[in-house]
C-alpha cells in the first residue's frame, strides 16, 4: 500500500515538473519572442551617427572626407553635416573629394563636376567625377585618413560603388587607411538581374556583380578587397563603422534623395528596373518630377497607352530625353512597387514601340545591362521568365561568394 502511494506521489512529481518545465520553455520562448520584436522596433542606427566609435580614431589626424549631401548625422531637431559635426569636435578635416552630382547633390547624371570651394566652410572640394574618378597622389599626400560616408541605393550602375572602388585603390597606393561610415541599402533585400561581363566593365560597372548586388557600401568594400578587385591585387587598410538594427530584410525610407533624379521611396524601389532605361531612347521621367516613376517616348503607341508627359528642363535634368516633346507611355507613380528587379517595363516599351528601331541606344544599354545579351534576348522576344533563366547560374555563383562579406543577415 505504502508502494502504491509512493509511486503515485512520483507520478504526480513527474507530471508537475512536465507542466512547471513547460511552461517555463513557454515562457522563454516568448520571452525570446518578445526580444526579437523589440530588436526589430529599434530605429535603425547608421554608421555616422555613432561619434563615439570613431571620433577617437579621427583625434589629431589630418583628415579627407567623401561625401555628399546625404553624409548627415541624423537628430530629432535637424541633421547635421558629417563635415560640420567633425569640424565642430574639432577634427582636422582638410579637403572634400565629392562623387557623382557633386558635394551638394545638385549636378545632373553623367555631368563633370569640377574642383571648387565649400561656402560654408571654405574647404577645398576635390571632384571625383570630372577630370579624375580617383584622388590623385598629390591630393591624399598630406592625409593621415580618409572618411568614405554616401548613401547607395544598391544598384551595379550608380556609380557611387564606383567611386568608392577608386578610393580604396588611391588609399591602398598610398598607405592611407580608409574609414566608412556604412549605410543601409533600401534595395539590399534581394539579388537579380545580369551578372555583368568583364568586356563591358565600365565606371557604369567595374566587376563581376548583378545589376543589383544586395549590399552595403561596408559589405562591397569587402568584397572588393576580399576579390582582389583593386589594381594588381592590392588591398585596402578599411575600417567599417556598422549599422546598429539593421538586416537585409529591413525597410528603409531614405530622408535625403540620394541624388537628383530619385526623389522619393518610389523612385528609389523602382530605380532597378526603369533604370536600364537610362541606356535607351526612352525617358524615364527626367524633366519631370516623377523621375523613375513613369516612362515614355514620342516613337511608342498613343494608341496602346492612356498617358502621356512632356519633358522639361528642371533640377538635376538640364536636358532631358525628348525635351519639350510628347511622350506616349505609362504613369507608374501610383503603383504599389514591389521590392524587386523586372523586365516588364522595358520589355512593355520595347514591344509598343512603332519604331523598334529607336529603342536601344545599344552600347550605352550595354554598358548598363553589363552584357550584349540582353538587348538581342528583348530584341528576339523572349519573356521575362526565359530572360532571367539565362542567368541564374552566374547569378548562383555571385550569391555565394556574396555570404562571405555579408555584415547583417
Not at 567625377?129 to 568614405?148: A, C, I, N, S, Y
Not at 548598363?368 to 533563366?389: N, V
Request: hydrophobic share 35%; proline share 5%; charged share 25%.
Amino acid at each position: 500500500m505504502r508502494f502504491k502511494v509512493f509511486k503515485n506521489t512520483v507520478l504526480l512529481f513527474v507530471l508537475v515538473a512536465i507542466a512547471c518545465a513547460s511552461k517555463t520553455k513557454n515562457e522563454s520562448t516568448t520571452n525570446d519572442e518578445l526580444n526579437e520584436l523589440e530588436q526589430k522596433e529599434q530605429p535603425i542606427i547608421v554608421g555616422a551617427n555613432q561619434t563615439e566609435r570613431y571620433l577617437p580614431l579621427l583625434k589629431a589626424k589630418r583628415v579627407g572626407i567623401v561625401a555628399n549631401q546625404t553624409s548627415v548625422i541624423f537628430t530629432k531637431s535637424s541633421n547635421v553635416h558629417l563635415v560640420d559635426s567633425l569640424l565642430k569636435h574639432q577634427i582636422t578635416v582638410t579637403k572634400v573629394f565629392s562623387p557623382e552630382h557633386g558635394f551638394r547633390g545638385k549636378a545632373d547624371a553623367g555631368e563633370n563636376v569640377k574642383d571648387g570651394a565649400d561656402t560654408k566652410t571654405g574647404l577645398p572640394i576635390f571632384s571625383l567625377h570630372g577630370k579624375h574618378k580617383k584622388p590623385t597622389d598629390e591630393q591624399l599626400k598630406d592625409l593621415d585618413v580618409v572618411v568614405f560616408d554616401i548613401q547607395d541605393v544598391g544598384v551595379r550602375f550608380y556609380t557611387y560603388i564606383s567611386t568608392l572602388h577608386y578610393v580604396m585603390e588611391a588609399c591602398a597606393e598610398n598607405d592611407v587607411p580608409l574609414l566608412i561610415f556604412d549605410r543601409p541599402n533600401p534595395n539590399g533585400n534581394y539579388v537579380d538581374g545580369p551578372v555583368l561581363e568583364k568586356e563591358h566593365s565600365s565606371f557604369l560597372g567595374m566587376h563581376t556583380i548583378p545589376l543589383v548586388h544586395g549590399m552595403t557600401i561596408g559589405e562591397y568594400a569587402q568584397m572588393i578587397n576580399g576579390e582582389r578587385w583593386l589594381k594588381d591585387g592590392i588591398t585596402c587598410d578599411i575600417t567599417i563603422i556598422g549599422l546598429k538594427n539593421y538586416d537585409h530584410n529591413s525597410s528603409y525610407s531614405l530622408p535625403i534623395r540620394p541624388s537628383p533624379n530619385l526623389p522619393n521611396d518610389q523612385a528609389i524601389t523602382l530605380y532597378p528596373s526603369l533604370g536600364l532605361f537610362e541606356g535607351t531612347n526612352i525617358n524615364a521621367g527626367r524633366g519631370t518630377e516623377f523621375q523613375f516613376q513613369r516612362y515614355g517616348a514620342p516613337f511608342l503607341d498613343k494608341e496602346h497607352y492612356n498617358f502621356s508627359y512632356t519633358p522639361i528642363p528642371n533640377f538635376g535634368s538640364k536636358y532631358p530625353k525628348h525635351q519639350n516633346e510628347i511622350c506616349y507611355g505609362a504613369d507608374l507613380s501610383q503603383v504599389e512597387a514591389e521590392r524587386k528587379f523586372t523586365l516588364k517595363y522595358i520589355i512593355d516599351a520595347y514591344t509598343n514601340a512603332k519604331d523598334k528601331s529607336k529603342v536601344f541606344n545599344t552600347s550605352n544599354f550595354t554598358k548598363h545591362a553589363g552584357t550584349a545579351k540582353l538587348q538581342e534576348q528583348i530584341e528576339a522576344g523572349m519573356s521575362e521568365a526565359e530572360i532571367k533563366k539565362s542567368w541564374q547560374k552566374d547569378l548562383n555563383s555571385y550569391k555565394t561568394m556574396r555570404t562571405k562579406y555579408l555584415l547583417y543577415n
